[in-house]
Structure formats: C-alpha cells, structure tokens
C-alpha cells in the first residue's frame, strides 16, 4: 500500500498543479497527452509507478522530472 509521502504519491499531487498552472483543464491534458481520463484519474489519487510515464510527462510540458518529484 502506498504511503502519502511517496515519490509516487507527490507526482500525482504535483502533476495536478502543474496540470492547472499550465493552463489545462484535467480532460484537455489527458487528451493531448494521449491517455484516458481514468488512468489520469489514477494518477492524480493514487501517484505514478512508472519513472517512464514521469519522464513522458515532463517532456510535454518542458520541465524537469525534478519538478513534477518535488
């Protein structure tokens, strides 16, 4: 089970602020990055597992992985 404080955990937490900052609506982001609205759903309640997708992300919005890690 996944703690709070996880790496995971404030990816998602983080991805949802920076999802806001960038000027997305949640739906828009997902569309545009090119997944479901219930896996980012998941994501952003549950954290993101998979270093990969983190990258992924951080490339579509031109930010480090530090910054959705943080």
């Known amino acids: 089970m996944m703690q ?12 949802k602020r920076i999802i806001k900052e960038q000027g997305y609506t949640q739906e828009a982001f997902a569309d545009e990055f090119g997944t479901d609205r219930a896996n ?12 990969s997708t983190i990258e992924q992300i951080a490339e579509f919005f031109d930010i480090s992985v530090w910054d959705i890690l943080k």
């Open 4 to 15: 709070d404080d996880s790496l995971s955990a404030r990816a998602g937490k983080n991805l």
């Open 40 to 51: 980012l759903r998941k994501w952003l309640s549950h954290g993101i597992n998979k270093l």
